[in-house]
């Protein structure tokens, strides 16, 4: 059996059988005990999944298209007046 633990709060080296981690105070109570392992960590229910993965995933093509052809004209523009005045 190991002598030493990695805090599970801060990831510090602690000594088998210490009260608190020297480095950030964790202890029993505030992260090492089994019971408050995964207190910080929330799940979202099925419909707010849903949503999420909708709003991050979800393309809006007229706007992507709206994009590329905006600078394309501008594009376009540049290269005509570069013509116009003998520049390309």
Known sequence: MSNFFNCPNCGAEVTAGSKACPE???D???GWSEFTYMDTI??????EYL???HNEFAENK?????WIVTTG???LLVIIV???NGLF
């Open 24 to 26: 950030c105070g964790a």
């Open 62 to 66: 007229r706007s992507n298209k709206s």
């Open 51 to 53: 949503d999420i993965l």
């Open 82 to 84: 570069l013509v116009l």
């Open 73 to 75: 004209l501008l594009l």
């Open 42 to 47: 929330s799940t979202p229910d099925e419909n």
């Open 28 to 30: 029993d109570q505030t």
